[in-house]
């Protein structure tokens, strides 16, 4: 079966085939940058020793969070960001290992 036809993707807007950055290009890099700041104020916000800082971080956070949506929503209605469905037998093999690692956790697991 063809990957490809599994894909969830609106219709790819053309973009010019040069060695230059394209519009398609510019998006990706700064997606991929905010994904990572994303990453690095989530883990600012778990160190920060006082809770005014952690205020300041979790507000820049929010702010580069709603960005990384945006580029990510943009990125998809230009079908320049596609997602492949899973197959069910898999989510129910990766929630059924996930229940086995709830077991293991020293609190009680969330109700269902």
Do not use: C
Request: aromatic residues 12%.
């Amino acid at each position: 079966m063809n990957n490809n036809q599994n894909k969830i993707q609106n219709p790819e807007s053309q973009v010019p085939k040069t060695p230059q950055m394209n519009d398609r290009d510019f998006l990706n890099d700064i997606l991929s940058y905010e994904k990572y700041m994303t990453a690095s104020y989530s883990t600012a916000m778990n160190e920060a020793s006082h809770d005014a800082l952690y205020q300041e971080i979790h507000s820049i956070f929010d702010e580069t969070k709603n960005m990384q949506r945006e580029l990510y929503t943009l990125m998809f209605q230009k079908g320049w960001y596609s997602l492949s469905p899973e197959q069910p037998q898999k989510l129910q093999q990766a929630a059924q290992q996930f229940t086995g690692y709830m077991s293991q956790f020293p609190h009680n697991p969330p109700m269902q």
